[in-house]
Every structure is written in C-alpha cells, then in structure tokens.
C-alpha cells in the first residue's frame, strides 16, 4: 500500500484553500482585482461572466475575508460599494503569478506574456521560486505590474475608459 493511505488529508492546506478559490471565476476576478478592479459593474464588464457567478465570487471572497467592501460616492450619486484587497488577498498574489508563470513557461502565449512584473526598487522582473528563509521575500507593494508584449489594447476601451495602460506604465499602484 502507498504510504500516502496511511494519512486522512482531509484537513491540508491545498483542499482548505481550494473550499474558497477552487474555481476559474474566483481566481479570475482575484486576476481583476490585482490589476486594480474594484466596482461590480468593472469586475463584470472585465470578465465576461454572469453576474450571479460574479455575485456568488464576490460574496465567498468577501465571507473568506479576501476582500472587503468599501463604501465610495461619485460626485453627484449615490453611495455604492466597491470589493477591496485584504492583506490576506495580497497574500495569495505569489500563488497567482505562479500559476501564471508555469503557463508561460508551458504555453507560452505567441506574442509573449501579457503582463510583467517588476521589483519597484529595481525594476527587475520578479520570479516565483521556493526557497529558504534566508532570502528577503517581497510583498504586494513591492511590486509593479505593467503590461507586457502580449496585452493587446482594446481601441474602444482606451479610448472611452482609459482601460489600457501604455507599455512600460504600471497598471496598478500597489501601494
């Protein structure tokens, strides 16, 4: 018998983890939020989705404490709410950029990836690796995420909504 028979792993981390972000929706609108979405309407529009997945999405993030609500007014409107990251969301960043990492690696995308990321100090690329704790680990605000070869601009949306950033210009202030 393998010995992994001799264990009950109901209880490790990957299956606890998975219980909150186990599905393509959820890591995507984590995707969305990285890049620095925060209104429903945005999240919708950016993903594509129904809006009872993306409610369902939200609702499980925000229970999760991954994100919060926030309350924001647009001169002249009324008051709505927009879907923050927690610490504990900026916490799961390095988990994303791996899984996007070992795409690019596996399936490299035929233009080349679609967004960089870069150490804000040094500007230098930032790369997903184990190791030991001997190494200074960087956090979410370390970090500068810009648009990389293969992003392709949406010419009604930059025009109308300044959704693309030009090459070289970050997408999100991180801080």
């Not at 916490?91 to 070992?102: F, G, H, K, M, R």
């Not at 960089?116 to 960087?138: D, F, K, N, Y």
Request: hydrophobic share 40%; with cysteine; net charge positive.
């Amino acid at each position: 018998m393998h010995p992994r028979f001799l264990y009950d792993l109901e209880n490790c981390g990957i299956r606890r983890a998975l219980d909150i972000l186990g599905g393509k929706w959820t890591l995507l609108v984590l995707r969305e939020a990285f890049y620095g979405v925060r209104r429903f309407d945005d999240f919708a529009r950016a993903l594509g989705c129904g809006r009872g997945v993306l409610s369902a999405r939200l609702k499980t993030l925000t229970e999760a404490e991954v994100l919060k609500l926030k309350s924001y007014t647009v001169p002249g409107g009324r008051m709505r709410l927009e879907y923050c990251l927690t610490a504990k969301g900026r916490d799961l960043y390095p988990a994303l950029l791996a899984l996007s990492q070992w795409s690019d690696r596996w399936a490299p995308p035929p233009h080349g990836p679609v967004a960089r990321v870069t150490e804000h100090a040094s500007g230098r690329p930032v790369t997903v690796v184990m190791t030991s704790e001997s190494v200074r680990g960087l956090t979410f605000d370390d970090l500068a995420i810009t648009m990389g070869p293969g992003a392709k601009p949406l010419a009604a949306a930059s025009v109308s909504h300044g959704a693309s950033a030009p090459e070289g210009m970050s997408v999100l202030d991180a801080k």
